[in-house]
């Protein structure tokens, strides 16, 4: 694929970043510039002005003691005033010049009374406030409040100051992303290793992940290859001594030896045989190359109950006698079979149970074993893992038993569950998703 | 009788000296081959054939088309003996026309028991021919002979064991009429393997709740103190 040049991880961030903090302090001095311009319409702002006059007159022309009581009555619903000693010392961040040209113009003797105004800081209300000072150099302090043109200004102003960085976060997050995705399909790649569905990662993005993605499908396609070639030697053993195997059970028969030890060796042999069987169905994914189709999954299970029972065994079946649902018939079949002879052989019974709940299909498969210890339930569905490793080699098969099940089910887009019942033994679940028949 | 001549096609030298002594030992004279070519000369070299036992695994012409090829000319049974046990070569073969299918290892007295069985049924499936019709319809069910398989009117696979599967063969190559327990009996002693001693009508009744499943009435009858009756009518599909 054709390599374009890289400016590297790090260099696209910086890049982001320099890109918002740019566009950040424009957008800043933008509002700010706004918040300069902001005017009040002429009519509130005459009536203010008015008001503020009158305001300042009164108070000058009241002496010191009676001020306070004076600001409180001259104080109305809209507008709060008080009176200070001292001088204006608010900070004045947002300056109203335009406002302030505004109420000049209509009354010019507030510039001798020095206007001060300014925008409340958004957590005292966001409100206009301001002072004049009196003669005497004590302080007008007013504060309109409540009042609905300054409420929406307030408004106004959080969304202008916050859809910026809003915005801002929003296509800074977007542009990291961007950078990103070739880290995430890597990541999502990383899962699959081993699997199925594995494919290589294609190379893009930054430098530093294109080197990280090539060394990626590298790995996996060592991965990929140690699997094949290990699937491939298993399979040939599976394979190959089948012939041998056959070979010796045809001398086995016309062998010199007494009744006793041909059964012996012929029990053995038996054995072998079902390993590379079960083998066989572990590697080759028995099944899976047919499409689903149509089969009565109740029919099946009572079927094999049925061919335990002929044998000897205490088995019952539970459910209804005809339940169509979709799946490969291989499959599931060899599913349920492998579970009703893990009950038998670990419980010494099974009863099969068929129920439908809400978008599933269940088969409950239990019996009145031992059950699993609850720290290897993990294990147990793991293939080449049996419980009885320690204790007597009875088992036949390899420990691929559950792995079969559990493998064939997931094909099957459902779930195999273990549990042991509170009441003893265990329960093995098989979870099929109901499609529309 | 004359002795039935079996062709064995296996390429591993040992197991086909095995195979051809075993043979042999049971009354059976053989010719061996151990490729597609040496198996054509054996075929017509030296008296008819009468069974073909085949492996899968063979250089050159795998066993599944040297199976196709002999079908255009021949409807000489054939055994398949394949060191795959999977589910998809065993219907493969069946489908291509073969008529048993063993898998490795397999103990040498089966062997000798399906080759028995096979060359004791030749003639006979010719009149009760389920054989040569490959599919059957009955009530909306439908029997596919080659893979041994039962579908439901809605088309779902209904599973048989292999007893219940030759029992509903026989059925169906007598519908309408009342089929007596003694020969059901007998039929059934003939099949390979079938060694448990469930009774007939413990079979009969798996295989009666089986074809309920689609809810109507099951199409087998008892015929009291005689046997059982088919009473579907049975057409070609």
Sequence with gaps: ?437 | MTAQTIILVEDDPGLRTLIARLLQENGFPVRTAATAPEMWIALENGPAASLIILDIMLPGTNGLDLCRQIRRTSDIPIIFISAKGGDEDRILGLELGADDFLAKPFQPRELVARARAILRRGPMTDHAAPKTRNEVQFDGWTVFFARRELRSPSGAVVDLTGAEFDLLGTFISQPQRVIGRERLIELSRTRLGDSSDRSIDVLVSRLRRKLTAAGAEPPIMTVRGVGYMFSAAVSPA
Excluded at chain 1, 122 to 135: C, K, N, P, V, Y
Excluded at chain 1, 248 to 255: I, K, P, T, V
Excluded at chain 1, 411 to 425: H, K, S
């Design chain 1, 1 to 437: 694929m054709i390599r374009r040049p890289s400016i590297g991880l790090l260099g696209r961030i910086v890049l982001i970043l320099a890109f918002l903090l740019t566009t950040e302090f424009v957008a800043n001095t933008l509002i700010f510039e706004r918040v300069s311009e902001f005017a009040l319409q002429d009519d509130d702002a005459h009536r203010l002005a008015e008001y503020l006059a009158v305001a300042h007159r009164v108070m000058d022309r009241t002496p010191q003691a009676g001020r306070e009581t004076v600001a409180r009555e001259l104080s109305s619903a809209r507008l709060e005033v008080r009176w200070s000693r001292g001088i204006d010392t608010q900070s004045t961040n947002f300056r109203l010049n335009d406002l302030r040209a505004q109420m000049l113009a209509f009354e010019p003797r507030l510039l001798a009374a020095k206007l001060r105004l300014h925008l409340m800081p958004l957590r005292q209300g966001g409100d206009i406030g301001g002072s004049l000072e009196l003669t005497d150099h004590s302080t007008l302090i007013f504060r309109s409040s409540h009042q609905e043109g300054f409420w929406s200004l307030t408004f106004g102003r959080i969304v202008a100051l916050a859809l910026p960085m809003l915005a801002l976060a929003l296509v800074g997050g977007l542009m990291i992303r961007a950078t990103l995705r070739p880290l995430r399909v890597l990541m999502n790649a990383t899962g699959k290793v081993g699997g199925r569905d594995a494919a290589p990662v294609p190379e893009q993005g930054p430098a530093e992940v294109r080197d990280l993605i090539r060394n990626f499908n590298a790995m996996q396609l060592r991965i990929n290859r140690l699997i094949a070639t290990r699937t491939q030697a298993l399979a040939a053993v599976g394979h190959d001594l089948r012939t041998p195997l056959t070979r010796m059970e045809l001398r086995l028969d016309s062998a010199d030896i007494d009744a006793d030890m041909r059964e012996a060796i012929r029990h053995d042999m038996g054995e072998m045989g079902d390993l590379l069987r079960s083998l066989q169905i572990y590697l080759g994914g028995e099944g899976q190359t047919v499409p689903a189709e149509k089969l009565d999954l109740a029919v099946m299970a009572s079927t094999i109950i049925d061919a335990a029972r002929d044998a000897g065994q205490d088995a019952f079946y539970d459910g209804p006698s005809s339940l169509e649902i979709w799946g490969r018939a291989v499959s599931i079949r060899r599913a349920i079979a492998n579970l009703v002879e893990n009950a038998l052989h670990y419980g010494g019974n099974v009863r099969l149970a068929i129920r439908q709940e809400e978008g599933e299909t269940l088969v409950c498969v239990d019996d009145d074993g031992p059950g699993i210890p609850a720290d290897k339930m993990e294990a147990v569905l793991q293939p080449f893992v049996r419980l009885d490793e320690g204790r007597a080699r009875n088992t036949r098969g390899m420990g691929l038993g559950l792995a079969i099940v559990h493998n064939a089910i997931r094909q099957e887009g459902g779930l195999l569950t273990l549990a042991n019942r509170p009441e003893g033994g265990l329960r093995a679940t098989i979870r099929l998703p109901r499609q529309p028949a």
